[in-house]
């Protein structure tokens, strides 16, 4: 039996409430166009601290932080 990837259903991911997801901004227009996914609100962040490690950034960056509802 030959299973192909791309013809099997896509599983989505589940976020329990309360979750918190971070990636970083990387310039397509205004970071205060971005909209979050239905069930998550988000916010934008400029920082030097990388939001999940907590180690050091060579330079500021934005940020988008998203929690589930």
Known sequence: ???NS???PRMAAVYA???VRARRWHGDGDVRG???PRG???RADLTDIH???G???PRAAWWIVETKE
Do not use: V
């Open 55 to 57: 180690h050091a950034l």
């Open 6 to 8: 791309a013809s099997s």
């Open 1 to 3: 039996m030959n299973r």
């Open 34 to 36: 971005y909209r979050p």
């Open 17 to 19: 409430p309360g979750t």
């Open 51 to 53: 939001p999940i490690t």
């Open 40 to 42: 998550w609100t988000a």
